[in-house]
């Protein structure tokens, strides 16, 4: 199969498999299999196209020519397969998540969640495959509408409410901030199409540049940098697997790995370190890991508590990025894959907690780990991934990072991290001490809900063993970003 038809593969698969989950509405068994089977076709079909990339293949197809200068195409580069391996990957489980998780709860309307989920996965691969910024802001866009009818899946004042801020902080953003930076890239470049070293070298001077930068990241609110994070903690009213892809698999890794190409492919990592540029947006992803880890620790809703530990890790794909270093480079693109297996992780159990025994609070689980043990001992694989503690995958993305800020002569940016693995230990490690060792009254050994259906906890499982396969064989998302380190 050529490259050209492994990316139209990738993009028409989870379409189709939109289109076709409606036929069986009423056969729930049949439903969920043509999700699951869409879920294998597409990560084959990515897998096939990563595998070309890290050997040094582009492949890529032109649609169509929209206007003069404005094309729909798709172009694979290292940044844009890794996003879509990971997004592929993890639809598997998060779907397997999803079936166990919607049938025990009797949630409402899960044709209508199952096809949204699918379009919002066609709406990935169109992000991470866009050879230009029109083609990525029409999937951009299209992400946004596709899972706002799973933001407000429930229907009640707090799901209208959040879709509410969903819409307004994430289509305003777009319109007032990112369309006006996309309109002047393309005056001032004569093109919008992505290139090695940038499209902007010489085009304007420091401070224009530093300017044009603020409207990329400012209107890229699903990368939820401070103060644009609003929507996200609001979004948790929406079921948990709703909160994994939100978190994980698609939107605000939708955010980051935008402003990540921007910088690449459109500014220049050599443009923004000559010229500093950049140096502004290094101190806010650094406020917005340390605050946001902050607010993190004051969150008894578990929920809560794990958006605003992803608004902070959010911070560091965006500080690596702003680094304009080769290893900064590596260490974003790292931590986009190694949180992204490690906060999956973390929202399946909270979603298998509510599950089994119908708890929210961080408060109400004292003692529930003897009643759920794999549920917690997973729970804990996964904070200790996003702490970035060796053995596990998140390790690897800090360490880079670290290098990164070394590289760049910041090390101030190294206490910052550091500063932040031991809030993220403060605010994740209580909650597996508190199940296992916390008191849970008069209850006996033995009592208790038990563990979530089966099939959440495979889905559980899986991720959290990926979390240390990812420590022992990261040279596949290595491979990958080196090529973009050396370009």
């Not at 994070?229 to 892809?245: E, G, K, Q």
């Not at 001992?377 to 060796?390: E, K, N, Q, S």
Request: charged fraction near 10%.
């Amino acid at each position: 199969m050529s490259g050209a038809t492994l990316v139209l593969a990738a993009l028409v698969l989870p379409a189709a498999t939109a289109a076709i989950i409606p036929l069986f509405a009423t056969r729930p068994d049949a439903r969920e299999t043509v999700t699951l089977v869409g879920t294998v076709l597409l990560f084959a079909a990515v897998a096939a196209l990563t595998w070309r990339v890290i050997g040094g293949a582009r492949p890529g197809v032109h649609l169509l020519e929209v206007l003069p200068g404005l094309s729909i195409a798709f172009a694979v580069e290292p940044l844009g397969a890794l996003f879509a391996f990971v997004a592929s990957s993890l639809w598997i489980v998060n779907s397997l998540f999803s079936v166990g998780y919607m049938r025990a709860n009797r949630e409402p309307r899960q044709t209508t969640f199952y096809v949204c989920f699918a379009g919002a996965i066609t709406a990935t691969m169109g992000i991470a495959l866009a050879a230009n910024l029109f083609t990525l802001f029409l999937f951009y866009e299209m992400l946004t509408l596709v899972t706002y009818p799973l933001v407000t899946h429930h229907r009640d004042e707090a799901a209208r409410n959040a879709g509410r801020l969903y819409l307004l902080m994430l289509l305003g953003g777009s319109t007032l901030l990112l369309l006006p930076a996309i309109a002047w890239t393309g005056i001032v470049a004569g093109t919008l199409d992505f290139r090695p070293g940038g499209i902007l070298g010489g085009a304007l001077g420091p401070l224009a540049l530093g300017v044009l930068l603020a409207l990329f990241v400012f209107g890229i609110a699903k990368a939820a940098v401070m103060p644009m994070h609003y929507w996200l903690p609001a979004a948790m009213v929406a079921p948990t697997p709703v909160s994994a892809l939100l978190h994980a698999v698609a939107v605000v890794k939708a955010g980051v790995f935008f402003i990540t190409k921007v910088i690449i492919y459109v500014f220049g990592v050599d443009t923004l370190r000559e010229t500093g540029a950049a140096d502004w947006l290094i101190y806010v992803a650094c406020a917005t890991i340390i605050l946001a880890s902050l607010v993190a620790l004051r969150q008894d809703h578990l929920k809560r508590r794990l958006a605003y530990s992803t608004i902070s890790q959010l911070g560091y794909v965006v500080l690596g990025a702003a680094l304009a270093t080769s290893w900064g480079i590596v260490g974003s693109g790292m931590h986009i894959a190694m949180h992204a297996v490690g906060k999956i992780t973390l929202f399946f159990c909270a979603g298998a907690i509510y599950t089994a025994a119908h708890k929210s609070y961080v408060s109400e689980l004292s003692g529930l780990g003897r009643a759920m043990p794999f549920t917690f001992a997973f729970f804990l694989v996964g904070a200790l991934t996003v702490i970035g503690l060796p053995p596990f995958g998140g390790a690897w993305s800090k360490w880079y990072l670290a290098l990164g800020a070394l590289q760049a002569d910041r090390v101030v940016v190294v206490a910052v991290l550091m500063v932040s693995a031991l809030l993220n230990a403060a605010y994740l490690l209580p909650i597996p001490f508190k199940a296992f060792f916390g008191s849970s009254g008069d209850a006996q050994p033995g009592d208790g809900p038990g563990e979530a259906p089966l099939s959440c906890l495979i889905a559980t499982g899986a991720t959290a063993v990926a979390c240390v396969v990812l420590f022992f064989v990261p040279n596949a998302v290595l491979d990958l970003l080196r090529q973009i380190a050396l370009q």
